[in-house]
Structures are given as C-alpha cells and as structure tokens.
C-alpha cells in the first residue's frame, strides 16, 4: 500500500477549501491510502469544521492568521508522518479525476529509469481552458530570477522549479532537500524548495496534460498593477502576498548567483524609476501649458 500524504493551507476561503477536497476524495487510486494534513490558519468563516464534514479523519491543525502559504505548507509538513509522498495541494485547486493516479504513474515511469523527480501538476483556468500553473524553466542565464511556464506534454517535460499548487514529492526527496523553508513566509518558497532540489540533482518533471483547474491570481490591486500610487505599490511590496525585502533576499541570495544584490534591488528600483518618470512626464506637460 502507497500512502500518499496531502498538504494543504487555508484562511477564509470555506468553499474553495472544501471544493479541493470534494475533488481529492474522487481520486480513485487502487492501492494507495490518502490522508490530509490541513492547516487552518485563523479561519473565521467555519472552514475546518466544513473541512472535517467533507474529510472525516482529516489532521486539522490551528494556526493564529500569521503563517500565509510558505510557513502554513512548512507547518503541515511538519506534521506529516508515515508518507511514501507528499502532495501539496492549493486549496483553490480542483483536481481532474485520476489526476493523483496520473502523477503516481507519471513517478513510477520515471523511476523505471532511474530518475529521482519531483513530479508537477500543471492547472488550467476553470472557464478558458488555458494553462495557469506548471513547473517553470529560467528564461536567461543573464535573468536567474525570471522564470516562463513550462507547457506540459504528452510525456514528462523538464522543469527548473515549479509553482507549488500541485507537486508530488517522493519521501525519499523530502528527507534530501529538507522541508518547505518557513522563514519565506508566503510566496517563492515553492520556486525555493524547487531550486535547491535541482541543486542536489533531483529531477523535475511536469506531469503530461493538464491536471486539474486553478485560476490564476490577478496582479489588479497587487504591487504588479501599474495604475496603482507609487506608495501604494511600495506598501504591497513589504506586505507578505507581496515581495517583502527580507524574503527577496532570502531567495536571491541563494539563486541569482554573485551578482544577487543586483537582481535583489531590481523590482524596487523599477518601481522607484518609474515614478521619477512619471513625475518628469506631468512636469513637462504642466511647462507646455
């Protein structure tokens, strides 16, 4: 029998969460054995208590509002035990029936040749069908912290690293990279942990076809959206949902090579110069009037 551990974070978001696990009780793998561990991070909206009606048996572990993804996902895993693997789950994901049984099949091919992987799940968008979240590769040697989505196939495609909505980690990867680095707090732990594994040698492979659906999250409203006030973007950037310096940092000093301090300062100073720009803009419009 293969146990296969789910891990999964949530705050506030009753039916999504409970929607993920709708669609992870449908998978229909023989021979394997499914559990959750499911971190309620200071849901106020009666989530885990929907959660254990949908999940009977479901591992709820209380959190206090502060963990976000990256401390949440390091929490559940923490709480982990008696795995073959572990499976990250965004709770807005739904995933296809049989697509756990595809990433299992997807790992046993791979092992078959010898290849040590971390299998993705790519997701497409639950109303246009277009692809939203897969494993990603570096665009440029020049540009280490830019990444582009990698297509998925019909056979296995190589990756670099991966957003964490949907990865199958085999017990034998997780006990060689280590756990998800909490101290990430929300974001860029999923490229983090997929960027150290590559550094060990572990293969990534994104699963063929799509698995499941997620939409994508919107840069409206977010440090990303142009029409937004300078300040207003800077504050976003701080906040954890944003790109907080010392997270940043974190990740540049491990991934963006001797030239990090660079690639650690480039996003604040876009958003610096752009303002400059502006400002020069409406001064040369008020000198033509």
């Not at 029998?1 to 978001?13: E, I, P, Q, S, Y």
């Not at 254990?52 to 982990?80: C, K, N, T, Y």
């Not at 990433?103 to 040749?113: D, G, K, P, S, Y």
């Amino acid at each position: 029998m293969t146990t296969v551990v789910a891990l999964m974070t949530c705050h506030n978001r009753r039916e999504k969460t409970t929607g993920c696990l709708r669609s992870l009780r449908r998978q229909n793998a023989p021979g394997v054995s499914l559990r959750v561990v499911l971190i309620d991070d200071g849901s106020t909206d009666g989530t885990a208590g929907a959660a254990q009606e949908v999940w009977p048996g479901i591992h709820v572990v209380r959190g206090d509002g502060s963990l976000f993804w990256a401390r949440g996902m390091a929490a559940a895993e923490a709480a982990a035990s008696a795995y073959d693997f572990l499976l990250w789950l965004n709770d807005d994901v739904v995933l296809d029936d049989g697509a756990l049984s595809r990433m299992l099949t997807t790992h046993r091919a791979l092992a078959e040749v010898r290849e040590e992987a971390i299998v993705v799940g790519a997701v497409r968008d639950p109303s246009s069908g277009v692809l939203t979240y897969s494993g990603v590769r570096r665009t440029s040697w020049l540009h280490p912290t830019r990444f582009a989505p990698v297509v998925p196939g019909d056979t296995p495609v190589p990756a670099d690293t991966m957003h964490g909505n949907v990865v199958l980690v085999p017990r034998c990867v997780a006990a060689r990279v280590g756990p998800i680095d909490g101290v990430f707090g929300h974001g860029m732990a999923d490229f983090d942990y997929g960027l150290r594994a590559r550094e060990l040698g572990v293969r990534i492979r994104v699963a063929p076809g799509t698995l499941g659906t997620c939409a994508r999250n919107s840069p409206n409203g977010s440090w990303r959206d142009p029409t937004l006030p300078i300040r207003q973007r800077l504050r976003l950037m701080r906040a954890p949902k944003g790109l907080p310096p010392r997270s940043w940092l974190r990740f540049t000093r491990r991934h963006a090579g001797p030239m990090w301090l660079m690639y650690w300062l480039s996003p604040y100073a876009r958003i610096l110069a752009g303002a400059v720009v502006t400002r020069i803009r409406h001064g040369a419009r008020g000198v033509v009037r």
